[in-house]
């Protein structure tokens, strides 16, 4: 299994500010996934980020509010951009190697946002 | 477009109790099932998964579940808890052909009373 890490574990930020989250893999895999928590409520998928290709973004999210970076195959990073309340979350990123065969991902231990 | 439905937010048992935890789905394609756990302030892990065969799946720690493919469902169960399985329990599913992407139901939070 693929061990995750996640930088920063959580953060407090004003509304308006951006805050970038990075996610590094102790191993290299194909498909990076960044998801959402909101406060009491399930994980949704923000994006999918591939190495060498653009993310592709789910229903409700934009690129201008959350761009992605994949610059290699173990490291990956999620920004939220203008920051207001509603962003508080929990923000994972998950990763899966199709080539495996077990269909499982693995997720970070999380970023704990909140703003104020 | 697919669905997960957990239909318990919040499940207290006593220890030594059996439990489960339900899910339902709905999707138009064949799907693989999954059941993640979260433990407090911990990240997601799997629990146990199908994806095709016997239509009861098993975890290391004791944890079931059971593939029903005309009720739609995947509950969780456990014969007997310890305190030690206070957490979330999340099910989730994903196409079999096509994208990846992983959803999840809304969680099921399991308390474990001495």
Request: charged fraction near 15%; proline fraction near 5%.
């Amino acid at each position: 299994s693929a061990v995750i890490s996640q930088k920063p574990s959580r953060d407090i930020c004003q509304r308006g500010t951006s805050l970038t989250i990075q996610c590094q893999v102790d191993s290299q895999v194909t498909m990076m996934f960044w998801y959402r928590q909101q406060p009491g409520q399930s994980l949704t998928l923000i994006a999918t980020a591939n190495q060498g290709s653009e993310a592709t973004y789910e229903s409700g999210f934009v690129i201008d509010k959350f761009p992605i970076s994949r610059p290699n195959l173990t490291f990956s990073t999620l920004t939220v951009s203008n920051m207001s309340p509603e962003d508080s979350s929990i923000y994972l990123c998950s990763v899966e190697e199709p080539t495996s065969g077990s269909y499982e991902q693995y997720f970070g231990p999380g970023t704990r946002l909140t703003v104020t | 477009a697919q669905s997960v439905t957990q239909l318990d937010s919040q499940v207290p048992v006593f220890e030594e109790a059996p439990v489960e935890l339900r899910c339902n789905y709905s999707s138009s394609v064949s799907v693989y099932l999954f059941w993640y756990v979260q433990y407090p302030n911990q990240g997601l892990q799997l629990l146990l998964k199908y994806l095709s065969g016997s239509t009861l799946v098993e975890s290391i720690n004791g944890f079931e579940a059971e593939f029903n493919k005309s009720q739609t469902s995947f509950h969780l169960r456990k014969p007997s808890v310890h305190i030690s399985d206070t957490a979330e329990y999340f099910c989730a599913v994903r196409i079999i052909q096509g994208a990846q992407k992983l959803v999840f139901g809304q969680g099921t939070r399991l308390t474990i009373n001495p």
